[in-house]
C-alpha cells in the first residue's frame, strides 16, 4: 500500500485521557499536514511539516496539543487531557513540493475520535 | 468573511440532470485551486484541479474567475454515485511554496433516481 496510513482508524476515549494518533505518510513525500473536521464543516488546517521540521500550527492547535515528525518520516498527534470538543475526524495528508514530482495532496482515512 | 464560502446545500437533483455548484474565495493572492468529493465518513480525494482557462475532464467541467475570486464545479448528466459532498479547496501559500490547503465547508449533493 502506497498510500497514506492512520492509525487507529477509530478511538472511544473518557474525558482528561491522552490520546495519541500515528500517520504514516507517502514515502516519497517531505510535507505532511494535520487536518480536523467535524460534523458539517470542511477539514480545518491544524499543522504542517517539511521533513522533520514543524513549521506552522493553527490557532486552533491549543496547549494540550502536541505533534512531532522526528525522523521527517511518520507522524504522531497528541492530544493531552481530552474534552467532549475534541471529538472529531483527525485527518492526515502528505505531499510533495510544487515542481517536485508529482504534485499532490493524498489523505490518509483519518482517524475518527470520539471523547465520552 | 470566511476564506472560502461554499452553500451547503443540500441539493437535491434528479438523475441524468445537470448540476452547478459555486464558491468564492477571499484571499486574492491564491494562486491554486481544486474541488474535492467527500462520502460519508470517507476521507476527502481530489477530484479535480481548477485552472484559469476553465478545464474539463468527462463529465465534470471547472471554471476558474480570478477577478471576481469565483470557482464553480458543473456535473452534466449526473448519476447515483455522485451523490456526495464536494469541497472547493484553495491551497494557501508561503514564500516557501504551497503549505496546505483552506476547505470550504462542502456542498452536499443527492442524486435521486
Redesign the interface.
Given at each position: 500500500d502506497t498510500g497514506v496510513s492512520q492509525d487507529p482508524r477509530h478511538k472511544i476515549t473518557k474525558r482528561g485521557q491522552n490520546v495519541t494518533f500515528r500517520c504514516d505518510p507517502i514515502s516519497e513525500h517531505n510535507r505532511l499536514y494535520w487536518y480536523r473536521q467535524t460534523l458539517g464543516q470542511g477539514p480545518e488546517f491544524l499543522t504542517y511539516f517539511q521533513n522533520e521540521a514543524q513549521l506552522e500550527k493553527s490557532r486552533l492547535l491549543s496547549d494540550r496539543f502536541s505533534a512531532e515528525r522526528p525522523k521527517g518520516s511518520f507522524s504522531t498527534l497528541e492530544i493531552q487531557r481530552t474534552e467532549q470538543g475534541d471529538s472529531a475526524m483527525y485527518l492526515c495528508a502528505s505531499s510533495s513540493p510544487p515542481g517536485q514530482g508529482e504534485y499532490g495532496y493524498t489523505f490518509g482515512s483519518g482517524t475518527r475520535l470520539t471523547v465520552v | 468573511r470566511k476564506e472560502?464560502e461554499q452553500d451547503?446545500g443540500p441539493f437535491n437533483v434528479p438523475e441524468g440532470a445537470t448540476v452547478a455548484f459555486n464558491c468564492t474565495y477571499s484571499n486574492s493572492a491564491s494562486q491554486s485551486f481544486f474541488w474535492y468529493r467527500q462520502d460519508c465518513?470517507?476521507?476527502?480525494?481530489?477530484l479535480m484541479s481548477v485552472y484559469s482557462s476553465g478545464n474539463e475532464d468527462g463529465r465534470f467541467t471547472a471554471q476558474l474567475n480570478r477577478a471576481s475570486q469565483y470557482i464553480s464545479l458543473l456535473i452534466r448528466d449526473s448519476k447515483l454515485s455522485d451523490s456526495a459532498t464536494y469541497?472547493c479547496v484553495v491551497a494557501?501559500y508561503?514564500g516557501?511554496?504551497?503549505?496546505?490547503?483552506?476547505?470550504?465547508?462542502?456542498t452536499h449533493l443527492i442524486i435521486q433516481p
Open positions: - | 472560502v451547503p465518513r470517507k476521507e476527502p480525494k481530489l469541497l494557501r508561503s516557501g511554496g504551497a503549505d496546505g490547503l483552506t476547505f470550504g465547508k462542502g
